[in-house]
């Protein structure tokens, strides 16, 4: 399986900053992903993370909110801007490859709270 | 979009007990998980199940893509099942992208 590491694990932020999470894969993957959790609520993706492009956002989403970037196979950050309270979530990571049939694998997730 | 279901939201067991955990999705899929969502917030793979029956210890899940549903069977429970139990499905046209249930929450006393 795949390993990832995910920094920070988790962070208290003032509204108006931004903060970005970092992902590191242990091997190179195919996909990366970026999902964000709510309180008490399920896993929305954010994000496809592409390697050398702009990243694919999913509805409800933008760039300006949350930049993207992936440079290599093994690596992308996140970014939450002008973070208010409503920001306040899990933000997990997640790859996938094809020499594993495209499963997918999390990191350990960054929690998030803005104040 | 596709719809995920999970049943029952929540589940309360007393340890050793055994259960069995549901997932329905609406429309053809390409791929199918199961996870544990502990404590802390990690996800923890279960299963990668797009069809048929798999076994990892006292855990167990069947797939019936034909009839579009997912089981997930916990056995002899302990406290360390508690959690959150996703399932998780790619559409057939959605590019690896996972959509997931809304889970069951379970707590199992001792």
């Known amino acids: 399986s795949a390993v990832i590491s995910q920094k920070p694990s988790r962070d208290i932020c003032q509204r108006g900053t931004s903060l970005t999470i970092q992902c590191q894969v242990d091997s190179q993957v195919t996909m990366m992903f970026w999902y964000r959790q709510q309180p008490g609520q399920s896993l929305t993706l954010i994000a496809t993370?592409?390697?050398?492009?702009?990243?694919?956002?999913e509805s409800g989403f933008v760039i300006d909110k949350f930049p993207i970037s992936r440079p290599n196979l093994t690596f992308s950050t996140l970014t939450v801007s002008n973070m208010s309270p409503e920001d306040s979530s899990i933000y997990l990571c997640?790859?996938?490859?094809?020499?594993?049939?495209?499963?997918?694998?999390f990191g350990q997730g960054t929690r998030l709270t803005v104040v | 979009g596709i719809q995920v279901e999970q049943s029952p939201p929540d589940l309360i067991l007393q340890e050793g007990a055994n259960s069995t955990l549901r997932c329905n999705f609406s429309d053809s899929v390409n791929n199918l998980q199961w996870f544990h969502q502990n404590p802390w917030g990690q996800l923890i793979n279960l299963f990668y199940i797009p069809s048929g029956t798999k076994q990892n210890g006292r855990l167990s899940a069947t797939t019936v893509a034909t009839e579009r549903y997912s089981l997930l069977y916990i056995s002899s429970s302990q406290t360390t099942d508690s959690g959150v139990y996703f399932c998780a499905v790619e559409r057939v046209d959605s590019s690896y992208k996972l959509i997931f249930g809304s889970g069951t929450r379970l707590l199992v006393r001792p």
């Open positions: 993370a592409n390697q050398g492009s702009e990243a694919t956002y």
């Open positions: 997640s790859a996938a490859s094809t020499d594993r049939s495209y499963e997918a694998f």
